[in-house]
């Protein structure tokens, strides 16, 4: 079964700093990778998605790179703001369960004005 | 554009009473519906899927159950709730077998006393 890990669990940044959020997946064989980010109480916001064929994908300051082969992905996230304090998740879709998504714990992010 | 639908907000319910949450997507066909609970301090459970109308896969035995009536309405229901089901309930939907995003609602908080 595909396990998501996400480290860390929490992360506090000073506003203006650069920061890189990690995910790591057991299973690399996948069509694609998702980043997501969660206000308190509110739903998933989708932010990036990487097809397993391709290596990054940037939106903004957000740029979220793709390692299939060691089972890993990043989310940079350039010059950091308060408004970006939340939780960020990722999120794989195997090829082995097709329709199924996998999701992390999680990485909560406070950015300190 | 797409968007997605969920009621109530918020719920509280005691012990032993029924439930029906409702989810329903706009500006799209045929879409793979997803329930997921979150509950505090975890990740997100997937609990059932679904590819059509009427076709419902569940992931994790319990005293929940989903129904499809509808292309783009999937309903969550208990006839008997448990402490432990309180939790924040969201539903997503994606198009396509494999290469498409996943899109969030707004979510249920709902409160098992």
């Known amino acids: 079964k595909q396990e998501v890990t996400q480290i860390p669990a929490a992360l506090s940044v000073p506003e203006g700093e650069n920061l890189v959020l990690n995910c790591s997946f057991t299973?690399?064989?996948?069509?694609?990778l998702q980043w997501f980010r969660q206000d308190p109480g509110k739903g998933l916001t989708s932010l990036l998605l990487?097809?397993?064929?391709?290596r990054e994908q940037t939106s903004g300051r957000l740029n979220a790179s793709l390692d299939k082969s060691s089972g890993r992905s990043t989310l940079y996230i350039a010059a950091s703001q308060p408004g970006d304090s939340a939780t960020y998740l990722c999120?794989?879709?195997?090829?082995?369960?097709?329709?199924?998504?996998?999701f992390g714990t999680g990485t909560s992010l406070t950015v300190i004005p | 554009s797409q968007t997605i639908h969920q009621w109530p907000a918020t719920l509280v319910q005691p012990v032993g009473s029924p439930l029906s949450l409702e989810c329903t997507v706009e500006?799209?066909?045929?879409?793979?519906l997803y329930w997921y609970r979150q509950a505090a301090g975890r990740g997100l459970q997937l609990l059932f899927y679904?590819?059509?109308?009427?076709?419902i896969s569940s992931e994790v035995p319990q005293n929940l159950s989903a129904s499809r009536p509808q292309d783009r309405q999937f309903i969550l229901s208990s006839k008997k709730l448990l402490l432990s089901d309180s939790g924040f309930y969201l539903c997503?939907?994606?198009?396509?077998?494999?290469?498409?995003?996943?899109?969030f609602g707004p979510g249920t908080r709902l409160t098992v006393l």
């Open positions: 997503a939907w994606s198009v396509g077998l494999a290469h498409n995003e996943q899109f």
């Open positions: 299973d690399s064989a996948i069509y694609n």
């Open positions: 990487i097809q397993s064929s391709q």
């Open positions: 999120a794989v879709r195997p090829i082995r369960t097709g329709n199924q998504f996998y």
């Open positions: 500006g799209t066909s045929n879409p793979n």
């Open positions: 679904s590819v059509g109308i009427g076709q």
